[in-house]
């Protein structure tokens, strides 16, 4: 069942959505060479528990952090410790926070350093099939519509979407339904309507879409060890599309369309 937040509650989500974007705000600056990714989630989890919050990755299934940090093949729930980041290599953040009991979620990644074509194009691609899944994610589409922008952005470009991990709705838990593929399922699914609210989050590979998990049993990579990207909004849908709750100002979310 999918759940319609009353503006009330979509108030209190997008509270706990400004604190995940104030998160990625200051995280984003210390994406550069060096960086251990152990101190990002420190960054972040006092960042967190500052603004009266609590991380909500972490202990979720037993999770160990407070962030994930996924780097060049890993595509999503890289745990953070001693690596440091290098020159050249993509960065996906994702962060999830509890607020006053309602949650918020949202990844972006980003280039350490200068990326080389490849990588700064699936980064381009990943994030403009986001930006087109939130516009399609209006009153009286199906939710189909969302998995079916995103696998079409994708395969344009000549990437593949991981069909193993989906997106999720979210409120007073971090994972609610509805499931959200990022591809043609094809069934149309519910329609949407007013209030609902979606955790959209297109996960790219430069190569193939399968993956694999580590032996960490959280790390999800791509079996052919090509690069991955992931990016994520928590959105209500509106009648002109989705109206983004975790909005934040960094370089990596800068190539929308208008």
């Not at 960086?35 to 967190?48: G, H, P």
């Not at 603004?51 to 994930?68: E, L, Q």
């Not at 060890?225 to 209500?236: D, L, N, Q």
Request: hydrophobic residues 40%; contains cysteine; negative net charge.
């Amino acid at each position: 069942m999918i759940s319609i937040r009353t503006e009330r509650e979509i108030a209190l989500l997008r509270q706990a959505n400004e604190i995940v974007a104030r998160a990625h705000e200051q995280v984003a600056k210390m994406i550069q060479p060096g960086t251990c990714t152990r101190d990002l989630d420190k960054l972040v989890e006092a960042l967190i528990c500052d603004a009266g919050a609590k991380p909500a990755f972490k202990g979720y299934r037993g999770y160990p952090a407070s962030i994930c940090v996924s780097i060049d093949d890993e595509v999503v729930h890289g745990i953070p410790g001693k690596r440091a980041l290098r020159a050249g290599e993509i960065v996906s953040i994702d962060i999830g926070v509890c607020y006053k009991g309602y949650y918020g979620d949202a990844a972006v990644t980003h280039p350490c350093g200068a990326v080389d074509a490849l990588r700064m194009r699936l980064l381009e691609v990943t994030d403009l099939a986001l930006s087109r899944a939130i516009r399609v994610s209006r009153v009286g589409n199906c939710l189909n519509d969302i998995g079916c922008v995103i696998e079409k952005t994708s395969r344009e470009a000549g990437f593949d979407v991981v069909r193993s991990y989906v997106g999720h709705g979210i409120g007073v838990e971090m994972h609610e339904d509805p499931q959200i593929f990022n591809f043609d399922s094809g069934e149309s699914g519910p329609r949407l309507e007013e209030g609902m609210v979606l955790a959209i989050e297109p996960m790219v590979n430069a190569g193939s879409g399968q993956v694999r998990v580590k032996r960490d049993a959280w790390t999800v990579v791509t079996r052919d060890g090509k690069p991955s990207a992931h990016f994520e909004h928590t959105i209500v849908v509106r009648k002109h599309g989705g109206e983004i709750l975790s909005w934040c100002e960094v370089p990596s979310w800068g190539m929308r369309e208008g």
